[in-house]
């Protein structure tokens, strides 16, 4: 049991979260995406910590955040496509998954025994200030119990893992708000979308002129992006025009509703909205909700994954 404690983004702040994290504890820090929850990734006991704070189930693999290319390489091999990609997205809210390099230092349990590593290098400043500070890559999953709803403020972690973890590193609201797009570069050079996110499929072929292919085209996806995520405490009914009565109506654009995601009927503002939203609805006690719909293009599509995953059948 923890007391955790909540720092600011000051140097000092900076430092302690560095030496906790260096003495194997957690700390939930910001990145532009969402909150992540991390611990030294090469320290096994730190990254099993991370593992029972959020009550995974099992052992699913967790991404390492790097504070440069170096670092990257250290752990991975750098087929060209992952350069290109790294080159066009980096730092920012793209994640590779890319073959383990032999020897490379990392906890097993960060990929779960697979011969694959989900590398990112985040954008947010005090993300990459205390990955540097730390002196190596960083473990961090989503800061949030496994199957609840990503963290997007500081407050959403406290809620959430306060008690758990040793200190929460506060860097205001995420920007983007929805987890990084994933992708697979394969040893043939295929790229495959394994999770939607803000850098879509336009965005990947306008940048670097690679095509992606479905994650599933050769049977294998993240193994963490099970059907029932993400998800408030009430039932979800999505592509709902009008609320029914008793239901709790999330609009999107000019359909109102006792919250809405973009007033203006803006996909990255509904992006930077949505999690928050989902946060409120479960303070509000909302039992039913009913969610506007949201179009399925550009980020509309990461915006619609994570939608159909919180209105998922639970157990
Ligand atoms: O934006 C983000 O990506 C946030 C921030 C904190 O960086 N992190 C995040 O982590 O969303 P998490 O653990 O909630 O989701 C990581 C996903 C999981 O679905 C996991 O199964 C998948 O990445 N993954 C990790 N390693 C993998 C690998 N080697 N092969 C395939 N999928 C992998
Ligand atoms: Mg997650």
């Given at each position: 049991?923890?007391?955790?404690?909540?720092?600011?983004?000051?140097?000092?702040?900076?430092?302690?979260?560095?030496?906790?994290?260096?003495?194997?504890?957690?700390?939930?820090?910001?990145?532009?995406?969402?909150?992540?929850?991390?611990?030294?990734?090469?320290?096994?006991?730190?990254v099993a910590?991370?593992?029972?704070?959020?009550?995974?189930?099992?052992?699913?693999?967790?991404?390492?955040?790097?504070?440069?290319?170096?670092?990257?390489?250290?752990?991975?091999?750098?087929?060209?496509?992952?350069?290109?990609?790294?080159?066009?997205f980096?730092?920012?809210?793209?994640?590779?998954?890319?073959?383990?390099k032999?020897?490379?230092?990392?906890?097993?349990?960060?990929?779960?025994?697979?011969?694959?590593?989900?590398?990112?290098?985040?954008?947010?400043?005090?993300?990459?200030?205390?990955?540097?500070?730390?002196?190596?890559?960083?473990?961090?999953?989503?800061?949030n119990?496994?199957?609840?709803?990503?963290?997007?403020?500081?407050?959403?972690?406290?809620?959430?893992?306060?008690?758990?973890?040793?200190?929460?590193?506060?860097?205001?609201?995420?920007?983007?708000?929805?987890?990084?797009?994933?992708?697979?570069?394969?040893?043939?050079?295929?790229?495959?979308?394994?999770?939607?996110?803000?850098?879509?499929?336009?965005?990947?072929?306008?940048?670097?002129?690679?095509?992606?292919?479905?994650?599933?085209?050769?049977?294998i996806?993240?193994?963490?992006?099970?059907?029932?995520?993400?998800?408030?405490?009430?039932?979800?009914?999505?592509?709902?025009?009008?609320?029914?009565?008793?239901?709790?109506?999330?609009?999107?654009?000019?359909?109102?509703?006792?919250?809405?995601?973009?007033?203006?009927?803006?996909?990255?503002?509904?992006?930077?909205?949505?999690?928050?939203a989902?946060?409120?609805?479960?303070?509000?006690?909302?039992?039913?909700i009913?969610?506007?719909?949201?179009?399925?293009?550009?980020?509309?599509?990461?915006?619609?994954?994570?939608?159909?995953?919180?209105?998922?059948?639970?157990?």
């Amino acid at each position: 049991m923890w007391q955790t404690r909540k720092l600011d983004g000051s140097d000092a702040a900076l430092d302690e979260a560095a030496a906790l994290l260096r003495s194997g504890a957690l700390v939930a820090m910001p990145t532009e995406t969402v909150y992540g929850l991390a611990g030294d990734a090469c320290n096994d006991r730190a990254v099993a910590e991370i593992y029972a704070a959020k009550g995974r189930p099992s052992f699913n693999p967790l991404i390492a955040h790097v504070a440069d290319l170096e670092m990257a390489g250290q752990l991975v091999e750098l087929p060209p496509q992952a350069r290109q990609l790294a080159d066009a997205f980096w730092p920012g809210p793209l994640t590779l998954v890319l073959p383990l390099k032999a020897g490379a230092a990392v906890s097993g349990l960060v990929t779960a025994g697979l011969p694959t590593l989900a590398i990112r290098m985040p954008a947010h400043p005090l993300a990459r200030a205390l990955i540097a500070r730390q002196g190596g890559p960083l473990a961090a999953p989503s800061a949030n119990p496994s199957g609840r709803i990503s963290p997007t403020l500081a407050e959403h972690v406290m809620t959430g893992l306060g008690g758990r973890i040793a200190a929460i590193l506060d860097g205001g609201p995420c920007t983007v708000g929805l987890e990084s797009t994933i992708l697979a570069v394969d040893p043939d050079g295929t790229v495959r979308l394994l999770r939607p996110g803000s850098i879509t499929a336009e965005d990947v072929r306008e940048r670097t002129g690679i095509t992606l292919s479905s994650g599933t085209d050769k049977g294998i996806e993240a193994p963490g992006q099970m059907l029932s995520h993400y998800a408030p405490k009430g039932t979800m009914r999505l592509e709902a025009k009008t609320p029914a009565p008793g239901e709790t109506f999330l609009g999107f654009g000019p359909s109102g509703g006792d919250l809405n995601l973009s007033p203006s009927g803006d996909l990255t503002e509904a992006a930077a909205n949505l999690f928050r939203a989902m946060h409120e609805l479960d303070r509000m006690n909302a039992k039913a909700i009913a969610v506007a719909p949201i179009p399925d293009t550009g980020l509309g599509r990461a915006i619609n994954d994570r939608l159909r995953r919180a209105a998922a059948p639970r157990d």
